[in-house]
């Protein structure tokens, strides 16, 4: 079945590192996505990762994928005021043809504290 | 370059009235998406175009909602009769190539619908 999972709320302090966590069920998952949706707007792609990778830093950003337990993690380092968004992580599924059907998880709630 | 536009960005109706939203993807982008988005819930694709032609609409409610995308650019999403549970978001995204697991999807600001 296709399902993504999310904690829902996350609260820091600025300067603090925050890991945003998400569960996945299909194990077919070519790619795993973060997006990240602030107020008003659209959804903005963050960071992808190959499902036949373990890691992936892209300057604060650390994404970690860990496909036995079918879990995903995004890492922020150094937490600023403007990070308070809504994180989504997504996974595509092939269905045997050229589309990327996304799969979204519920969103995490990301407060940083100044 | 300019983003993903979409109109209205606010819609309020009352149930079983008819309702349209319309999306310009960024220029030279064949694939363009429709996500609903239920507060509290992640995005749901409902229909996907590669140019003119629909590649999936397996969870598009076709007895209510109609999408077209005529000349392979612009499209419109059209409710109709609308049910107090179309309340959402609806959002409009494009790519450049495929749809391919590495085509970058850009998001629109959405449109906001309550159904009263």
């Known amino acids: 079945g296709e399902d993504v999972e999310q904690s829902l709320f996350l609260s820091v302090r600025e300067g603090d590192s925050s890991v945003i966590n998400c569960t996945y069920t299909d194990s077919s998952s070519t790619y795993l996505y973060w997006y990240k949706q602030e107020p008003g707007a659209g959804l903005q792609l963050l960071t992808y990762?190959?499902?036949?990778?373990d890691m992936k830093q892209d300057q604060r950003l650390t994404v970690l994928l860990n496909k036995k337990d079918k879990h995903l993690s995004l890492r922020i380092a150094d937490t600023q005021t403007g990070d308070s968004a809504i994180y989504f992580c997504a996974e595509s599924l092939r269905d045997g043809g050229a589309t990327n059907k996304l799969i979204f998880g519920t969103g995490t709630l990301l407060a940083v504290q100044p | 370059e300019a983003g993903v536009a979409q109109s209205p960005r606010y819609k309020i109706i009352e149930k079983r009235q008819s309702v349209a939203f319309w999306c310009n993807p960024i220029?030279?982008?064949?694939?363009l998406y429709w996500y609903q988005q239920i507060l509290g819930q992640g995005p749901k694709l409902l229909i996907q175009f590669q140019n003119n032609g629909v590649v999936d609409d397996s969870q598009l409610p076709k007895d209510r909602f109609s999408a077209e995308r005529l000349k392979g650019v612009d499209s419109t999403l059209k409710i109709q009769p609308a049910k107090l549970e179309d309340s959402a978001v609806y959002l409009c995204?494009?790519?450049?190539?495929?749809?391919?697991?590495?085509?970058?999807?850009?998001f629109g600001p959405g449109t906001r619908l309550t159904v009263l």
């Open positions: 990762i190959f499902s036949n990778m």
């Open positions: 220029s030279g982008h064949a694939t």
């Open positions: 995204a494009s790519s450049l190539a495929s749809g391919g697991p590495r085509d970058t999807q850009y």
